[in-house]
């Protein structure tokens, strides 16, 4: 099946600081890419869409501004987390997808904690 | 959006099938269910979807019922890896034609030795 890894899996930073985390389609180039988070024994929440080459969709109530999506090529997505806080802490999983999203594939997940 | 609704959680003797209900009574015609699992700390994983057809593929089988109106997930005999979240998900069509999987709370399956 179709592979999608992101790095790193662990990250821990200190409050103020920016952390981006990648999202790469190993054996397939992903026309979109999805963003979740995941808080603990919650659901994934969506937090924004991305097409290669576009600007990304972000769901309503997630600051654009704050968590910096770029979908550069077919098989790279980056989230950016700017001026990360405690409560950003959280698990985010990425997905991509061939066919405008039909079968999308999941990452492994990025557990990030902000000290 | 259609939305679906599943019990909380479930056990599941080992060895046994596991039956997992879904019920999304206002799905669309041109809506399929979509089933992913989450083990504990990774990342979702798929595991079958269907339109109107039962469908079976190596991991699990899809049972629709007729009116569409609700479906059940079937793992035919459940081991210990199977236990996870099992998320069942209608297909959202996206503002700019890409479809988004917006998952729900899903259903913990406890497989039990």
């Known amino acids: 099946g179709a592979v999608v890894s992101q790095h790193p899996s662990r990250v821990i930073c200190k409050s103020g600081t920016s952390v981006k985390i990648e999202c790469r389609s190993l054996d397939f180039q992903a026309t979109t890419m999805f963003w979740y988070r995941q808080f603990p024994k919650q659901s994934l929440m969506l937090m924004a869409t991305?097409?290669?080459?576009?600007?990304?969709?972000?769901e309503q109530g997630v600051e654009k501004d704050k968590f910096l999506i770029n979908h550069a090529s077919l098989t790279l997505s980056t989230l950016t987390v700017t001026s990360a806080h405690p409560e950003d802490s959280s698990f985010y999983i990425c997905?991509?997808?061939?066919?405008?999203?039909?079968?999308?594939?999941f990452g492994p997940g990025t557990r990030l904690t902000v000290t | 959006d259609a939305k679906t609704t599943q019990p909380p959680s479930m056990d599941c003797a080992e060895g046994r099938a596991a039956n997992l209900p879904c019920n999304h009574s206002?799905?669309?015609?041109?809506?399929?269910v979509y089933w992913y699992r989450q083990i504990h700390s990774q990342g979702p994983q798929y595991i079958i979807h269907?339109?109107?057809n039962n469908e079976t593929n190596e991991m699990a089988s899809l049972i629709i019922t007729e009116d569409r109106k609700s479906s059940t997930l079937i793992l035919p005999h459940a081991t210990l890896r199977d236990t996870a979240v099992y998320y069942c998900?209608?297909?959202?069509?996206?503002?700019?034609?890409?479809?988004?999987?917006?998952f729900g709370p899903g259903t913990s399956l406890s497989v039990i030795p």
């Open positions: 997905s991509a997808s061939i066919n405008r999203g039909i079968e999308q594939y």
């Open positions: 269907g339109l109107k």
């Open positions: 998900i209608v297909r959202v069509e996206g503002k700019t034609s890409y479809d988004k999987v917006i």
């Open positions: 991305s097409n290669e080459g576009s600007k990304a969709t972000y």
């Open positions: 206002t799905i669309s015609g041109n809506e399929y």
